[in-house]
């Protein structure tokens, strides 16, 4: 039976980019945002997530639901898959690498090599949306 981890995910977008994390001892990049707590919301977890390895706060009355994308989980075990409902939204605050995360990148498809078969998923929905480049 294959497993499937459940993760929140944050679209935010500069200049034809997405913003993406590295944590501490990985190699590739992925999506900032993380697994909810027992009885949250998307939203509660989103934002707890994003404060956690960003250090800044999303907007709530900004969340908007991007999609649902599925893809290889990086570094587990084949038949591991990993889903990521992803947002857009808005922060106040100073972007910063905070908790595991120990890089900040903004990519696009050229950046192919460095990221996670997961967020190539995303990133290819939006190439589709003409988001990024």
Known sequence: MEKVIDKLAWF????????????????????????????????????????????VDLVPSSLQYAGTFVGPADGKAEGISV??????????????????????????MQDEARCSA??????AWLKEQALIQ
């Open 12 to 55: 935010t977008l500069r200049d034809g980019k997405l913003l993406t994390v590295r944590s501490v001892g990985k190699t590739l990049f992925y999506l900032p945002g993380g697994k909810r707590e027992a009885g949250e919301t998307d939203e509660q977890a989103l934002i707890r997530e994003i404060k956690e390895e960003l250090s």
């Open 83 to 108: 889903q990521l409902t992803c947002y857009f939204g808005d922060y106040t605050g100073e972007l910063q690498a905070d908790a595991e995360i120990e890089e900040l990148a903004y990519v696009d």
């Open 118 to 123: 997961a967020l190539l998923v995303a990133m």
